[in-house]
């Protein structure tokens, strides 16, 4: 069964660095997310993404963060200057047919900013 | 608030045992769904209801779906140890905002 993927499964990095994660979405999937989740906290909404331009964002969503389409099959998030409230795991997710159908979530990438 | 709030919080039952969590919400919908998160790992989909619907199935899951009072449940029969997990009622909006809104989830613990 197709599957998201995400990499790396945990990345360790220093505040003020840039950090990028990646994702694979599943091959026939238009739309794609990003969340994160704090530990212990609630799954927060980032970034959505369609037709190769951000269709909805969040408040988090700011300046600092990028997300980009660079081929067909990769979908990354870039964190430009990372802080240590960056720490979190972030979730990539898909769907085929449009933001109210199923999403399908990835394993995750544990980010912390030491 | 454009989340669901789940109840109970936390839920602790025998395996065999079947689990009840509701949701409520205040807004209009599109979409109510449902999602599993083990221990703090990806989420995985578990039913969608849509606004027009009033109870749906997939295997042990029941979900229903009351417009007019504005909640939810989710029935998960004869449980497993397996399920344990954190379980989330997630909306879709009617209009505004089409992104997942997750709340804190009802956590179930089947005891073995």
């Known amino acids: 069964e197709p599957e998201v993927t995400q990499t790396p499964s945990h990345q360790v990095t220093q505040m003020g660095q840039e950090v990028i994660l990646r994702c694979v979405p599943i091959s026939n999937h238009l739309y794609f997310y990003w969340y994160r989740q704090i530990l212990g906290q609630k799954v927060e909404f980032l970034v959505s993404f369609y037709n190769n331009e951000i269709s909805e964002k969040s408040e988090i969503f700011d300046d600092q963060f990028s997300v980009e389409r660079p081929d067909g099959s990769n979908f990354t998030l870039k964190i430009r200057s990372t802080k240590l409230e960056d720490s979190a795991m972030y979730f990539c997710?898909?769907?085929?047919?449009?933001?109210?159908?199923?999403?399908?979530f990835g394993p995750g990438t544990r980010l912390t900013v030491t | 608030s454009q989340q669901g709030e789940e109840d109970p919080q936390a839920l602790s039952i025998q395996e065999g045992e079947n689990a009840t969590m509701n949701c409520s919400y205040k807004?209009?919908?599109?979409?109510l769904q449902w999602y599993r998160q083990n221990s703090g790992r990806g989420l995985v989909h578990l039913i969608l209801i849509r606004s027009n619907e009033r109870e749906k199935h997939s295997g042990r899951l029941r979900v229903t779906l009351d417009t007019s009072k504005k909640s939810s449940s989710l029935l998960i029969t004869a449980s497993r140890a397996a399920d344990t997990a954190s379980y989330f009622c997630v909306l879709v909006m009617d209009t505004g905002r089409r992104a997942l809104t997750f709340g804190s989830g009802t956590r179930l613990q089947v005891q073995p």
């Open positions: 997710a898909s769907t085929v047919r449009g933001p109210t159908y199923e999403q399908y």
């Open positions: 807004t209009s919908i599109n979409n």
